[in-house]
């Protein structure tokens, strides 16, 4: 029982993990394309502060 429960949880967690690699890469990129942003205002925050 134990074991067939173990093969259960493993299908599941292959269902949720499996996605197409283009939607990866392009979540990627906005989230790295929003990171460079915001590290860019607060380094213009800090240097006009400065």
Do not use: E, R, T
């Not at 429960?5 to 392009?26: C, E, I, L, R």
């Amino acid at each position: 029982m134990k074991a067939m429960v173990q093969n259960q949880n493993k299908s599941n967690w292959d269902k949720m993990v499996h996605a197409p690699f283009k939607k990866v890469v392009k979540f990627d990129l906005i989230c790295m394309g929003l990171g460079v942003l915001m590290g860019m205002g607060i380094g213009a925050y800090l240097v006009a502060g400065a």
